[in-house]
């Protein structure tokens, strides 16, 4: 297993115990919206970083057998969370708008704070 898939699984661990987290407020709090919220843009942060995954994975395999690459797949993700947006501004009953743009940004959160640790505990000579 090469270190791009390991940490992506440790992406997805994280972030599925973050979501876990959001469910649990939301079963035991009053703030049900803002939590279903965060949840509910979790789980589009989480498909972001699963198709962004695969898209690398492909960019990979086109480099190996030195195809052309269209694209990343950065308008896809973009639009998205759009949707999510969408889909929140359309039910405010449910969602709090605030709280799902802060979903959706999860994993990149989670993406610097990992590289902020590994960038901490690497010795310079190695950097």
Sequence with gaps: ????TMTFRRYIKITLFML?????GYGATSYQSIFLGLSFGTLFS????????????RLGQAVINQQKVRTMGS??????GGLAVLIA???????????VVIGLMTVYI??????LTKTIRTPKEKR
Excluded at 46 to 57: A, F, K, P, V
Excluded at 89 to 99: C, D
């Design 89 to 99: 501004m359309r039910y405010p009953q449910f969602f709090n708008l605030l709280s």
């Design 1 to 4: 297993m090469t270190e791009y």
């Design 110 to 115: 989670i993406m610097l704070i990992d590289s």
């Design 75 to 80: 308008l896809s993700r973009l639009l998205t």
């Design 20 to 24: 876990s987290f959001f469910v649990l």
């Design 46 to 57: 989480l498909y972001n970083l699963w198709s962004m995954y695969s898209r690398i994975e």
